[in-house]
């Protein structure tokens, strides 16, 4: 018997790592390509891109893994009850219980790794993403610095360079200044340089020319300059927030000192125990689309028109599972002493398993007393 499990669990998992692929690489493509527009309008190179992505893949591969456990079993389990394979099992005195076996394991493996990912893997990619996108918000280069092309740097800025020479000199710029609701400034200058000074950044300007408009007396004035300095860092400098996002908090911390995680991140102690059984029931996922999906499929007869039934039925039942899920996130985080209905929809999905292999079991007794 052990040679059957191994038979089941070699295609269980050379089709998982299929369709875990496939589906990664959907989503994977439809954050990058976003990601990447973002990142090219903001002036970055598109080598970021890569860094990004790959960042991203865990909190990625943590969304399909469970879909793709789904969908490994419907089609493993599926193909063999459409070879027959399965009444040959049943035929050679394995109960559905029994048959149970190597997509139980399946389950666990997938539980597990996925658990691996969600507790360990994506707190710590997600909180060097995040510190990658504020080193990217404050490069002057990156948000100044493109030939050609007006931009807004900031809130109430335009900036235009025509052209950028190899030593680093801004050739005819023009800059419009509307932050002061008093009086619109620009600036345009035929050459200019971006400099830093310790922790300020300065837009000096050569030879041009500054247009004030007053608001309320709509009076144009202009002042010719050969040189003046512009400090940017007040624009540029975002103010750094000393709250640490919950979900980059170490597992074994929400776990540990919950005080100390309230302190750092504000949140409220609904928030860090929504956010530490999140990550621990989320696994719980695999298991019961390993389960639930062979359940389902296991107990409807052969049919030379497929299970598409069964199959409605598994999805059917998924979609009830994330509904549940949705309904019991929302109380447990209005009452942190609901937590346990976070584990409701994983309940809901075992408890249908268990229903359904008990209606096949049933079958099987029954055929097996009426053959002898």
């Given at each position: ?47 970021i891109l ?129 932050r002061n ?47 003046i300095s ?143």
């Amino acid at each position: 018997m052990q040679k059957l499990d191994q038979y089941i669990l070699r295609q269980l998992f050379l089709i998982f790592v299929f369709f875990l692929f496939v589906f990664t690489l959907i989503f994977w493509i439809n954050r990058a390509v976003g990601l990447l527009d973002r990142l090219i309008s903001d002036g970055h190179p598109s080598s970021i891109l890569f860094q990004f992505a790959l960042l991203s893949l865990p909190s990625t591969t943590t969304t399909v893994f469970p879909l793709a456990c789904f969908a490994t079993v419907i089609f493993v389990a599926n193909r063999l009850k459409n070879d027959s394979e399965f009444a040959i099992l049943q035929s050679a005195g394995l109960s559905p219980w029994r048959m149970t076996k190597p997509y139980f394991i399946f389950g666990l493996l997938s539980m597990l790794i996925l658990g691996f990912f969600t507790t360990i893997i994506v707190p710590n990619t997600s909180k060097i993403l995040h510190e990658k996108q504020k080193e990217l918000d404050s490069s002057i280069s990156a948000r100044l610095l493109q030939e050609g092309k007006f931009i807004h740097p900031f809130k109430g800025v335009t900036f235009y360079i025509k052209g950028i020479e190899s030593d680093g000199t801004l050739l005819n710029v023009f800059l419009h200044d509307r932050r002061n609701k008093e009086e619109y400034m620009t600036y345009t200058a035929t050459r200019a340089f971006v400099a830093k000074d310790e922790n300020k950044t300065f837009l000096y300007m050569e030879n041009g020319l500054i247009q004030t408009v007053g608001k309320l007396s709509s009076m144009l004035s202009t002042i010719e300059f050969k040189s003046i300095s512009i400090d940017l860092s007040d624009a540029l400098t975002k103010k750094e927030s000393s709250t640490t996002h919950l979900s980059h908090v170490p597992t074994w911390l929400l776990i540990k000192n919950k005080h100390e995680v309230a302190k750092a991140t504000k949140a409220s102690k609904g928030s860090i125990l929504l956010e530490l059984h999140n990550r621990l029931h989320r696994p719980m996922f695999c298991f019961v689309a390993a389960i639930l999906g062979f359940s389902v499929l296991l107990m409807g007869n052969y049919n030379r028109f497929g299970f598409g039934k069964q199959i409605a039925l598994a999805i059917s039942i998924m979609v009830v599972i994330k509904i549940t899920e949705s309904y019991s996130t929302k109380l447990s985080l209005q009452n942190f002493l609901l937590w346990p209905l976070i584990y409701l929809p994983s309940l809901v999905g075992v408890i249908s398993s268990i229903l359904f292999l008990n209606i096949s079991a049933s079958k099987y007794r029954l055929k097996y007393r009426v053959s002898l």
